[in-house]
């Protein structure tokens, strides 16, 4: 059965602190894999992964890939208040795409 | 993504009840994805069009019917509303391997 697992599933940080969120996955035929951020509305597209070993990067957020061992990791740095969010991974499959529990990340001021 | 919109944004009916939910999208997205969004279950996907007359179900497709008629069109039904249907409901459009998702702002149905 196709799934994947996030980590941590909640994390509370203070301003300037870098986290790491992490997405492991077991999907089959394997297409690409995709971080999105969540605020109290809908999910907004942060990243698309599609090749191991190649960092995406956007400002304070950078992701990479390792379809080796199946997972994914998103580094923000210098956290800020507007990064409290839930961060969700999905990864495509057949047709579709499988979307973990999400990582609820809450940066104190 | 303000080419994806959903309606009604927000719905309280009672049990037993048949429910439409519509997506509308102006991107021309072949692929169109209906999701239920709850506490502790993220995202999942109920129906999914590759598209027009063409669907499919997802993992949690039972008592959801779909229709898609036309590209930009993707409505979701409840035959018979439980309250166990209770949930943000999230229409998505784009592609799926080397494309991305995007979603429309969700309909947050409540069934009493």
């Known amino acids: 059965e196709d799934k994947v697992v996030q980590s941590p599933l909640s994390l509370v940080v203070h301003e300037g602190d870098t986290v790491t969120l992490n997405c492991s996955y077991e999907v089959t035929n394997f297409r690409s894999l995709l971080w999105y951020k ?7 597209f942060l990243f ?6 190649i960092e995406k990067k956007s400002g ?6 390792d379809k080796k061992e199946l997972f994914s990791i998103l580094n923000i740095t210098a956290t800020q208040t507007g990064d409290s969010a839930i961060y969700l991974c999905a990864v495509s ?3 579709k795409y499988i979307f973990g529990t999400g990582t609820r990340l809450k940066v104190l001021a | 993504d303000a080419g994806i919109t959903q309606s009604p944004r927000h719905k309280v009916t009672e049990t037993g009840t048949p429910v439409t939910l519509r997506c509308h999208q ?7 994805y209906w999701y239920r969004q709850d506490p502790g279950h993220g995202l999942r996907l109920i129906h999914y069009s ?3 007359k063409d669907t499919d179900k997802g993992e949690v497709s039972d008592g959801y019917s779909v229709s898609r008629s036309k590209t930009e069109d993707f409505l979701l039904t409840l035959e018979s509303a439980t309250s166990s249907q209770t949930s943000v409901y999230f229409c ?3 592609g799926w391997g080397t494309d991305t ?12």
């Open chain 1, 93 to 95: 499959g057949t047709y």
């Open chain 1, 48 to 53: 698309m992964l599609t090749s191991s070993g």
């Open chain 2, 101 to 112: 998702q995007y979603f429309g702002p969700g309909t947050r149905l409540t069934v009493l």
């Open chain 2, 26 to 32: 102006t991107e021309n997205h072949r692929y169109m």
């Open chain 2, 92 to 94: 998505a459009g784009g």
């Open chain 1, 38 to 44: 969540q605020e109290k509305k809908a999910p907004t």
């Open chain 2, 50 to 52: 590759y598209g027009v």
């Open chain 1, 60 to 65: 304070r957020l950078s992701s990479i890939l």
